[in-house]
């Protein structure tokens, strides 16, 4: 399963949500998962912020060798999975791939559609998607130019909603 996470600058949220997602699917043990990330106005070429890079690094994951990338139609529509941190983000995406609707939530849609409403795939999520409130509850706010408490609290929450996204994977790719 290829899975694509999107923020603003592809510095902070999308690629912690990347290398966060990689080694917590190695370790549920989910074949063949890969995770990237890109940013709607990626700051092209650069390395995770180094607040980011300092969360990621204490939740566990690996900030070396990342360079931030624009988000292109050919990159949204190679992803199984499209996850952007808001709502606009994720009409940026549908904007640019609008073949990808059935593949493309916020991170904190695919979390509830998992963990409350038993998604266990792509298609499950696509189906629950009218489930959802009609405001996302779950925005993952950009932490730019914010203090660290931010960066960390951002963090967390990223490496609270992948959990259940993962499971969904799981089961995705055992059938």
């Given at each position: 399963?290829?899975?694509?996470?999107?923020c603003?600058?592809?510095?902070?949220?999308?690629?912690?949500?990347?290398?966060?997602?990689?080694?917590m699917?190695?370790?549920?043990?989910?074949?063949?998962?890969?995770?990237a990330?890109?940013?709607?106005?990626?700051?092209?070429?650069?390395?995770?912020?180094?607040l980011?890079?300092?969360?990621?690094?204490?939740?566990?994951?690996?900030?070396?060798?990342?360079?931030a990338?624009?988000?292109t139609?050919?990159?949204?529509?190679?992803?199984?999975?499209?996850?952007?941190?808001?709502?606009?983000?994720?009409?940026?995406?549908?904007?640019?791939a609008?073949?990808?609707?059935?593949?493309?939530?916020?991170?904190?849609?695919?979390?509830?559609?998992?963990?409350?409403?038993?998604?266990?795939?792509?298609?499950?999520?696509?189906?629950?998607?009218?489930?959802?409130?009609?405001?996302?509850?779950?925005?993952?706010a950009?932490?730019?130019?914010?203090?660290?408490?931010t960066?960390e609290?951002?963090g967390?929450?990223?490496?609270?909603?992948?959990?259940?996204?993962?499971?969904?994977?799981?089961?995705?790719?055992?059938?």
């Amino acid at each position: 399963m290829r899975v694509l996470f999107v923020c603003t600058g592809n510095i902070c949220r999308s690629p912690t949500a990347e290398r966060l997602s990689v080694g917590m699917a190695a370790q549920m043990g989910i074949p063949d998962f890969t995770a990237a990330s890109a940013g709607i106005h990626a700051v092209i070429g650069y390395p995770i912020h180094q607040l980011a890079a300092d969360v990621l690094t204490r939740l566990g994951g690996d900030p070396t060798g990342f360079a931030a990338r624009q988000l292109t139609p050919p990159i949204a529509l190679d992803a199984d999975l499209v996850l952007t941190m808001t709502s606009v983000q994720r009409t940026a995406v549908l904007e640019l791939a609008p073949r990808q609707f059935r593949k493309t939530f916020t991170l904190g849609e695919a979390a509830l559609l998992a963990s409350t409403y038993g998604a266990r795939s792509i298609a499950d999520l696509a189906a629950l998607r009218l489930r959802l409130p009609e405001h996302d509850p779950v925005q993952v706010a950009d932490p730019i130019g914010l203090d660290i408490e931010t960066f960390e609290a951002v963090g967390h929450q990223i490496a609270k909603l992948l959990p259940p996204v993962l499971t969904l994977c799981r089961h995705a790719s055992m059938t």
